[in-house]
């Protein structure tokens, strides 16, 4: 996801062409986009856009019997489509929870982490929020870590070692 900073005029060979300057965050890089192939670009989702999202990352996974290599191809269509529907299925479909390392292959691995930071980085700017209010939105849709939180809380041990230890009354 890019950020449009100015316009600028630049020959190509001998042609003048007005072009939109794109400041890309993640790759820390700028890239030139003709103004007359504008409509490869689409406006930012709303909060309506962005709550359907949510629904979608909320609901079961829809996974094909299909082969590995054909689902891939609609995983990785899907994401450079640029609809941000497909892209909250996309992460949805591959969304393992914490059992990452366990259930997916490395080409899967790729596609979620490829498709959870294009839609992480659309809420982080919608929203208004920082990347980790962010990442906890999304994750708590996607049910992740949430059961990690629960047994790190130290209230949580201090109280089951509590009910542990106390002395039962004898006849």
């Known amino acids: 996801m890019g950020q449009i900073q100015s316009t600028s005029t630049k020959t190509i060979g001998e042609i003048e062409v007005q072009c939109y300057d794109i400041k890309f ?4 890089a700028i890239g030139l986009l003709p103004i007359n192939k504008q409509h490869h670009l689409r406006p930012l ?6 709550n359907k999202c949510i629904t979608i990352l909320k609901s079961r996974p829809k996974i094909k019997r299909s082969m590995w ?3 891939a191809q609609e995983y990785e269509q899907k994401i450079t489509s640029g609809r941000v529907y497909d892209l909250a299925e996309v992460v949805r479909d591959l969304n393992k929870g914490d059992d990452l390392m366990v259930d997916q292959s490395y080409s899967e691995r ?4 490829k498709a959870y930071e294009r839609i992480l980085s659309e809420f982080k700017i919608v929203m208004n929020l920082s990347l980790e209010e962010t990442q906890k939105k999304l ?3 996607l049910k992740r870590n949430l059961e990690v939180r629960q047994i790190s809380n130290p209230e949580i041990k201090k109280k089951e070692t509590i009910e542990t230890e106390t002395p039962r009354p004898t006849e």
């Open 139 to 141: 994750d708590k849709a």
């Open 110 to 113: 790729q596609l979620f982490e």
């Open 45 to 50: 989702s709303t909060v309506n856009q962005l």
């Open 69 to 71: 290599s054909r689902r």
């Open 25 to 28: 965050e993640k790759d820390k």
